[in-house]
């Protein structure tokens, strides 16, 4: 574990030195901005479109970050050969695939909290306080924390057997398909085909239910997230990444490295 | 020499290539070695002769289809054998983002050593490698001489047994092949076993106690460097003086014969005779006025016995290419 933190710290390096964070932490306090120019703009619903952009902007800036930071864990490593020396040290291949997802993770979880505090600064600036209905916004952004980690296991999958392009198609389909979980769950029953039905209940369970994650309307809107839901989509989030880093390691502890 | 401390039996390689990877190519044939204890051992051959591909076996980048190695005793596949080995890839690159200082410092932590450990054996391995005053440098600022001397520093921070280096001289200027030499001479010195690959002999002339020679995937011969060319003379070799104005009188005309046979640089001769012909030649140049500046034994050089190898093995491939016809 010594070993995946060192690796993780060194991804969390590289994200911090690299440029393209920095543009993407500025385009978040942009978003910001606009949020307090719309809301200024719209009149008696202020608050539900800061929340609104502000919990948008978290989500996507995240999703940009996991996805092209992601496909490149370990192509890049591999690619530039920074990988042998590293792989020569008494280090398991799986220790260094749980490093690079550590990192990354890591560097969203500072990156999601950069902006979540942007974001009360703009409420707080709008609304002069804060209310007890506002502590749903910590439930979302922890979902869309729980989402990120599983779009950075599924990058980090790919990544260990494709090129970056192709990694980002096979995540990108994967996180568009994992929005459609519900509707696949009830088109099974209304398909007359029972292939089509089967199918669809097959990848209906087989895909990241990315779905179960969005409670941003209800965060705008101050409504209370029940507690069975953040233990289920903390569990569902946990044993998800668990799998695909099992298969991630899998393949990749057979990777010849030519 | 207590002991094989490389253990290399019957390892071979095939590359998957082509669509859908069905085809394939054989890097490594059955290669069997040992590497004795204390040694430094030079691997080599061509490019694409399967010296990387040995080498990436031994530290655990690539898997074989068939055969097993083993260091100091432990299987390639066992973790614990990376903790006593040193490897250097070739053409290293490191993390750009980081310094020298940086990066040494991350490979340490591999090694279960603590803070103040790191930090003294990182100032010392700089030095070592003459980086010490641009150890707080990106390495993104970094030529490629000084790249390879932070992949040597990263391969013998943590004091291995075994030191494995893919073409340490690769991309070095003389100043920097020379430092390279000068620090496996004081691994050696140390005790430390050394493996690493080349295609440059001189270096391998002078540097190990044994070759292997591998072409085409397969080993052709292991020995001392002197050894394995065959230590029998080959002629010998006199180098003389013969000024313009003595070389047209009477006396050189009757060593006209001897001198025909010589290479000419300037006033200065360069002729090959058998051990044989040696003293009849010296009295001729002498009596006609040369000057013997010296005379030395021609051996066959790893060279010529390198290209010999490569040689035979075109001609073997073209061989059966042709019955293939």
């Not at chain 2, 030095?127 to 790249?147: C, D, F, H, P």
């Not at chain 2, 397969?218 to 000024?243: D, S």
Request: glycine share 8%; with cysteine.
């Amino acid at each position: 574990m010594k070993r995946a933190g060192a690796v993780a710290l060194n991804t969390f390096r590289e994200a911090v030195r690299d440029r393209v964070l920095y543009n993407l932490v500025f385009f978040a306090l942009l978003m910001m901005a606009a949020a307090i120019f719309v809301g200024q703009i719209s009149i008696g619903i202020e608050e539900l479109v800061i929340k609104s952009l502000g919990l948008s902007a978290i989500s996507v800036i995240g999703l940009l970050i996991a996805v092209f930071i992601g496909v490149g864990l370990v192509y890049k490593e591999m690619d530039k050969r920074t990988l042998y020396a590293l792989l020569a040290k008494p280090v398991r291949r799986w220790e260094f695939l749980l490093g690079k997802f550590g990192g990354l993770v890591l560097t969203l979880a500072v990156n999601t909290v950069a902006m979540a505090a942007g974001l009360l600064a703009a409420l707080v600036y709008v609304k002069q306080h804060l209310e007890r209905t506002d502590t749903v916004l910590f439930v979302a952004i922890y979902f869309i924390l729980l989402k990120l980690m599983l779009v950075v296991a599924l990058a980090l999958l790919f990544s260990c057997f494709s090129t970056p392009l192709l990694a980002i198609l096979y995540t990108s389909a994967f996180y568009v398909a994992g929005l459609f979980v519900e509707e696949m769950r009830t088109f099974q029953f209304a398909t007359p085909n029972p292939a089509a039905s089967w199918l669809l209940r097959g990848l209906s369970y087989l895909l990241p239910n990315f779905e179960n994650f969005n409670v941003m309307a209800a965060a705008a809107h101050g409504r209370e997230i029940p507690g069975a839901l953040i233990l289920q989509n903390t569990a569902y989030a946990a044993l998800y990444c668990i799998i695909v880093l099992l298969i991630a390691a899998a393949v990749f502890s057979r990777r010849n490295l030519k | 020499m207590a002991g094989a401390t490389i253990e290399i039996e019957n390892l071979t390689k095939d590359y998957p290539y082509g669509f859908l990877h069905l085809k394939k190519k054989r890097s490594l044939e059955g290669l069997t070695m040992q590497v004795e204890d204390g040694e430094v051992f030079g691997f080599l051959g061509p490019n694409g002769a399967g010296k990387s591909t040995t080498i990436k076996l031994l530290v655990g980048l690539i898997f074989p289809d068939a055969g097993t190695a083993s260091i100091l005793g432990k299987p390639i596949t066992d973790i614990e054998m990376h903790r006593d080995i040193g490897y250097l890839p070739e053409q290293p690159y490191f993390y750009d983002y980081l310094t020298a200082a940086e990066v040494l410092d991350y490979f340490a932590r591999f090694h279960d050593l603590t803070a103040a450990d790191r930090s003294e054996r990182v100032k010392r391995m700089l030095k070592k490698v003459g980086l010490e005053t641009a150890g707080k440098i990106q390495l993104r600022k970094y030529s490629k001489g000084m790249l390879q001397r932070v992949g040597l520093a990263q391969a013998i921070l943590h004091d291995p047994k075994v030191v494995i280096l893919d073409e340490p001289m690769s991309g070095l200027d003389p100043i920097g092949r020379r430092e390279v030499r000068d620090i496996i001479l004081e691994l050696k010195r140390e005790g430390r076993t050394v493996l690493f690959s080349t295609h440059i002999l001189s270096d391998a002339e002078m540097l190990c106690d044994r070759v292997g020679v591998i072409v085409g995937g397969k080993l052709r011969g292991v020995g001392a460097p002197g050894e394995i060319v065959g230590m029998k003379t080959q002629g010998m070799e006199i180098l003389f003086e013969l000024p313009a104005s003595t070389a047209t009188s009477t006396a050189s005309a009757n060593a006209a014969g001897i001198l025909a046979k010589a290479a000419k640089t300037g006033d200065r001769y360069r002729l090959q005779v058998t051990e044989e012909e040696l003293y009849a030649a010296l009295e001729q140049l002498r009596s006609a006025g040369a000057k013997i500046l010296s005379v030395t034994q021609v051996k066959a050089t790893l060279e010529e016995y390198f290209m010999h190898l490569i040689e035979a093995d075109r001609a073997q491939a073209a061989a059966v290419e042709v019955s293939g016809k």
